[in-house]
């Protein structure tokens, strides 16, 4: 038997609704060396990766060799999407995480998804205060951003903001699409102020997107490009 099935078959798992029954039947067991790593699947079957399990349960994370061994893990257990959609990184549990281990750690993985597996967009989730304001100190020495939210019981993301810091001109393109919705780089330069040839546009679009921040989709020679999440 399974183990899964076996989880639903034992009376301590016995589920109390049919989303109960969804949530632990997408619950998917992964091997890496001799960790068991949970790995989830929300309502609508997008990737929450658990950092406290992965990490070795321990809710206090420090220092680049931890983080590098998180980046392999979180290499391991991600899969490429068909189409463009975040991951979640969900920190539920963890009390602390320093800079070293965030970098080598999280900026990697991202830095990996968008090269490695672009329709891939990593979420920050369910970070403490204390994460979160080491996050966001590191980020905006970096002049770098990152998206960052909770995730109620249900994998439904809420409360999206976005952690660190952009230079002007990427804030101001960031600041637009948002208020848009979806955006090209043609209307970009129609919109706004700036006398900006859509190549511009394009460039700076083009790197929020490689930061992970929006969502990039083409259709033939035709880019368009939204936030990842909505409500920022």
């Not at 699947?41 to 950092?51: F, G, R, T, W």
């Not at 369910?126 to 909770?150: G, H, I, M, Y």
């Not at 994998?155 to 208020?179: I, K, M, W, Y």
Request: with cysteine; net charge neutral; glycine share 6%.
């Amino acid at each position: 038997m399974s183990g899964w099935f076996a989880a639903i078959c034992d009376h301590r798992f016995a589920p109390t609704s049919l989303w109960s029954v969804a949530a632990l039947v997408r619950r998917l067991l992964t091997k890496s060396g001799d960790l068991v790593m949970f790995i989830e699947l929300n309502e609508d079957a997008q990737l929450i990766l658990k950092i406290l399990p992965l990490a070795g349960h321990q809710p206090v994370l420090s220092g680049a060799g931890p983080g590098r061994q998180l980046f392999g893990k979180l290499v391991d257990a991600a899969r490429a999407p068909s189409e463009p959609e975040p991951a979640y990184l969900d920190f539920q549990g963890v009390t602390v995480a320093t800079a070293s281990f965030l970098r080598e750690g999280v900026i990697a993985f991202r830095d990996y998804a968008r090269s490695t597996l672009p329709l891939l967009y990593p979420v920050v989730a369910n970070a403490s205060a204390p994460v979160t304001e080491e996050f966001e100190f590191f980020l905006r020495q970096r002049k770098d951003a990152f998206w960052a939210c909770r995730l109620t019981e249900t994998g439904t993301p809420c409360d999206p903001q976005l952690l660190g810091e952009l230079d002007d001109a990427h804030r101001l393109t960031f600041a637009l699409v948002a208020r848009l919705g979806t955006a090209t780089a043609p209307r970009l330069a129609a919109q706004s102020n700036e006398k900006l040839a859509p190549t511009a546009w394009n460039n700076r679009l083009s790197f929020l997107a490689a930061r992970g921040l929006l969502i990039e989709r083409k259709a033939g020679k035709t880019k368009t490009f939204t936030p990842v999440l909505e409500g920022a």
